[in-house]
Structure formats: C-alpha cells, structure tokens
C-alpha cells in the first residue's frame, strides 16, 4: 500500500498489530497495552461521534492531553474524517489556551481532565466557536454540558450500529492535518499549517535515516502536542514498533528499566540533568569514589573524541576505557533500560562535551535539527556517523543553502503551508523565490555536516556593534557544576552579563565545606563567599571566550525558570523577552555597578 496520508500510516500500523500490542501505558499497578484491532475499531467510533457532533472535513479540533494512547486515538479519529488537529500543551497558561482555541475557530474539543476543561471557559460559556468538550478522565466535578470520552465512544458505536458500516473519508495528501501553535519566544504564537504530506514524507526521510524495524521499541515522555516527538511517533508505526508512554518525568528512569526501549527522543536538558547527576554524587562520595567518578568522566570524553573526531587510537586511554567499561559505565547503562540503540536529541543545542561524554559510556545520542515549520527534521547525524557540536547531515528530501548573511533556508516537502490566518508573516517567512527561512545561524563543514550557531532573532548585538551567539556562552556557563540555568543580557548593551540559576544542591556543599553560615538560599546569594565562588565561575567561562563575549557580572536567581512560570517555553527554551521583562530591575543593577557581585531576587 502506498502511504500519502497520516492515516494510512495509523490504517498499516494497527491492522499489522491486530492481535499484538501497540500503544503501552501503565495503570499504577501494571503495563497495559491496547491491541491494534481493539484500538482502531474504538477510534472509529469516535470519529462517528465527532462527525455525528457537526465536526466537518476542514473543521478544527482541539487536543490538550498529557501523552497516553488516547492522545494518538483522538489524533486517528480526527484525521480520519478530514478534519484538522490542533495540539495544545496542557502546561500552557489559560490565557494562551483560550487564544488557541479561538484563533483556530476549533469546532470541538478534547482534553485528559476536568481541570483542562476550564481553560476553555468564558464565563459559562465555551470560548470562541467551540460547541463540545469531551473529557477523557473521570475526575473531579465536571459541568454538566461535558462529555465524558465513554460516554462519546457509546454514542458512537450506537450511530455505527444503525448505519451499519464505517463511511471512510477520502483524504489528499495536500490536505491540512494540523494546525500547530508556535511557543511564542519572541511574540505572539502563529499557527503553523501542516499537511498530511509534510508530515509522511518527513516522517519517510526519518525512517531512511535511522532504520527502524519491528525489534525496536520506544518509550515516548516528550509532549506529542510538539511537532518533533508526534513526528517520530509517525515514524515508529511505520516501522512497526511498539509505542511505550513514559509515567512522568519523575518516574523515566524506572519506566526506562521496565520497558528498554531500543530508541528515545528527547532534550539536551534530560541529559545536563544526567550529567549533573553524576557530579552531585561525586561531590557526596568519599575521595577515592570522587575520584574514580571525575576520572571515569574525563576518560568517557578522551576516548569519544579521540575515536569520533579525530579518529585516532590511544592504548592508554583505551586501557582506561576498557577498565570503566567493567566498572563505571555498564552501570549506568543499565539504569537505561540496556537495549537502548540511541537517542534522538533535539529542541535546543547539545553540549558536545555532553554528547561525547554519553557517547564514552556507551550511549549514542544521535542530535538532529528542525523546525516546526519544517515539520519537523531537517538534519540528523546519523547512528554509525556521529559529529559533536554538529547536528548532523540533511535528510534525503531536504534542501538547505546558507543565505548571504548566515540564515539557514530550506526547502522541501515537508515545509510547511503557511500560517493560519497570517498572509503577511507567511509571505515574511520565505524568500522571493520560495525558500523558508529558518532563523536560524549556520554553516556547513566541508563533509556536510551543518552547525547551528545561534537564532537570528536571538543574536546580542552590543553597543559596540558586535555580534553575538548567547546560547554559545550559555552552554560554557552551563558546564561549570554550580551552574544549572543560564540566561546572557546584553543586547545594545556596553558589555554582556548573565543571569544564572544556580545548582543549589552543589552551592550548599560548597557553603558546607568553607563553613558558611546560612538559614536560607537568600543568605547564600548574599554572601560574599558565594559571590567569590561565582567570581571564579565567570573567570573559567571568560577563559574559553573572545574578549568582547567575555562577562562582565552575573546575579544568581533563587528559583528554576520554569514553564509553569512563563518563563520557559514547553519545549524548555527560554524566553527571553519574558526574562528581560521580569528581570528588568535586576538586570538594570548589573550594569550600574559592573562589579561582578550578586544580587538576589525571587522569581
């Protein structure tokens, strides 16, 4: 069968596992799972439903739910009657929901619980055009005028039952499949039209790239609202794989060693957290354990440097290696899941020193690069042809140039149709003669392997008239153990200075060892023994920088920027315009006094 629609790759998947499981979740107590035939036969009913309810081909239909099987069952049904998903993250503010719901025109609505429900109240009233809300989770007390998601798959199957057959739809690949809201960093969130074409010949270059079969299986903890994890979740059906949910992120590790996926997305973030990890448990260790934990690092590093970039042979160090192995590093794969072939990394930059790192130990993270207006993929490294620091080659079906000024543009059939309801910032986003431009700095080496240097929007341009990357000097800030977030200031600024949120459990020990006296996390960003040590932080980070990247000051923030508190994106990016919003005063202090001390502020 010749797949053209998203649905096509749902129709494969699920009649291949009639009898075999598909989607697995875990109840609180055990892993379940739902068998293909079961899965599509109730996913049917709820397209009955949708289209019995007024839901037309070409109508919106809204998704706000947490990652379960439910997600993609709402996602099939949609699609299988020609209408359009609108994902949203359940995390999103109710103000952001609402404007969503609003500006798609969504006809319908379907969230995880009650509490979500809200979000898309006026009053009494549903926002904008919505005429139902359906509710997966029992929960609460929810208002009468909503369905229950039972409740919806009964009706349903009682309209199947008196029609007497599933009426299919015909659906062109040059249809709208989804309409995905953009995060909103620099301004209001546009809404990105994908087709089913974008995503299946996208998701045909990802499957190409990294050969995926039916001995592989995933484990899914990255929001499928976003474009880059709904994108592999193509792909691992049309593989054939077995689709896992992970509980939380809490919970990853444990459900990583229940399931052993063999293949997993995700961001640089879940492996600083990792990495810090590890230093967090050295710093706890008696000496020789700290030692044996910062050699083992340092080694893990060596030896993917000297195999992946310079490709050359070391004995020492691959004695060394050799002995980690036994020791070191097979434990920590095991608390992996252990089958695990690789990870997909993307989102944000991956620190190659982080990336070499996992890679010494056994664990590949393959980076890739992309867009939401790409749907996403553009590039990948590939899992027998890593390059730190690079994200990789460009997937078969993808062209991208680098424009006169260093922009990133592509073209391809998985780029995007427009915005909705959005001419002008559609017209904006391409070039004259019909190139996307990503925002995005780059360049490619002379092997084809394409580096990302900074957003184009996001470059600090100094009173002085230099140009400058800040996620570059963030992710040197970020390498330091006492540093946990990182966000640098300086745009026609005199000089550049920083934000930090600091690794308070690493800070305290550090309090601990020089006999600081603290009651709380305010006196240490207040002592000078703590400004001292973020002295030193700034003079290492300084070391590895051109003289006009160099810091001039940093204060410390008591709290995580967090998506909750508006200042990161659901995707863990930062928003700056937010930051330098809130941080106003903060920020103003730093270049009052161009000291290098810390001020405090609670966030």
Not at 266 to 295: C, G, M, Q
Request: glycine share 6%; net charge positive.
């Amino acid at each position: 069968m010749e797949i053209k629609s998203i649905v096509d790759i749902y129709n494969i998947y699920l009649d291949n596992f009639k009898n075999r499981a598909t989607y697995e979740y875990y109840d609180g107590k055990n892993w379940k799972y739902w068998t293909g035939d079961i899965f599509k036969a109730t996913a049917e009913k709820f397209s009955v439903f949708l289209k019995e309810s007024g839901v037309e081909k070409g109508d919106r239909v809204l998704l706000i739910s947490h990652d379960r099987p439910e997600w993609h069952m709402v996602d099939y049904a949609v699609l299988s009657i020609g209408a359009v998903l609108v994902p949203v993250y359940p995390t999103l503010s109710a103000k952001d929901t609402a404007y969503i719901a609003t500006h798609s025109e969504a006809k319908c609505a379907v969230v995880s619980s009650p509490i979500l429900a809200e979000k898309l109240y006026y009053g009494q009233k549903f926002v904008g055009n919505l005429k139902e809300i359906v509710v997966m989770e029992h929960s609460g007390s929810p208002r009468d005028e909503l369905f229950y998601f039972n409740e919806a798959i009964e009706r349903g199957d009682k309209i199947l039952k008196e029609k007497g057959a599933y009426i299919k739809t015909s659906i062109d690949n040059g249809d709208l499949a989804s309409i995905i809201y953009t995060s909103g960093t620099t301004g209001e969130p546009k809404g990105v039209m994908l087709t089913h074409k974008n995503f299946v010949e996208n998701a045909r270059a990802a499957l190409a790239r990294f050969q995926l079969n039916s001995d592989d299986s995933a484990l899914v903890f990255l929001p499928l609202a976003h474009s880059f994890e709904r994108l592999a979740n193509y792909a691992y059906m049309w593989g054939g794989l077995k689709i896992s949910y992970a509980e939380s992120i809490d919970r990853l590790a444990a459900n990583m060693r229940d399931v052993r996926p063999t293949i997993m997305c995700t961001v640089p973030r879940f492996f600083e957290r990792v990495y810090s990890k590890l230093f967090d448990n050295a710093a706890k260790a008696p000496y020789p354990k700290k030692v044996f934990i910062h050699w083992g690092v340092r080694n893990a590093k060596k030896w993917a440097n000297l195999k992946v970039i310079q490709k050359k042979n070391n004995p020492f160090v691959s004695l060394a290696h050799l002995f980690f192995e036994l020791t070191f590093y097979r434990n920590l794969r095991s608390k992996m899941g252990k089958k695990l072939r690789f990870f997909v990394s993307g989102g944000a930059p991956l620190n190659p020193d982080i990336a070499a790192f996992f890679y010494g130990a056994g664990m590949k993270i393959v980076e890739g690069y992309g867009l939401t207006e790409t749907a996403p993929v553009l590039t990948s490294n590939e899992e027998k042809e890593l390059y730190f620091g690079s994200v990789g080659k460009q997937l078969q079906n993808v062209e991208i140039k680098i424009g006169k000024d260093g922009e990133i543009l592509t073209k391809g059939p998985n780029v995007m149709k427009g915005y909705f309801k959005d001419e002008n910032s559609t017209k904006e986003a391409f070039t004259e003669d019909g190139w996307f431009k990503t925002g995005d700095i780059g360049h490619f080496d002379e092997e084809g392997h394409l580096f990302i240097t900074d957003r184009k929007k996001e470059l600090i341009v100094t009173a002085g008239g230099k140009n400058v990357a800040p996620q570059v000097i963030e992710a040197i800030l970020k390498e330091n153990k006492y540093v946990n977030q990182a966000v640098v200031i300086g745009d026609r600024k005199p000089f550049l200075t920083a934000l930090i949120y600091p690794h308070w459990e690493n800070v305290k020990s550090y309090a601990e060892r020089k006999m600081v006296d603290y009651k709380s996390i305010s006196d240490l960003v207040n002592h000078p023994q703590i400004k001292h040590l973020f002295d030193n932080v700034l003079k290492r980070a300084n070391a590895k920088l051109s003289r006009f990247e160099q810091l001039k000051a940093v204060r410390l923030l008591e709290n995580e920027m967090t998506v909750e508190s508006g200042e990161l994106t659901p995707t863990l990016k930062v928003k700056r315009r937010v930051i330098l919003e809130k941080y106003s005063d903060l920020i103003s202090s730093m270049y009052e006094k161009s000291n290098g001390s810390q001020n405090r502020t609670k966030n």
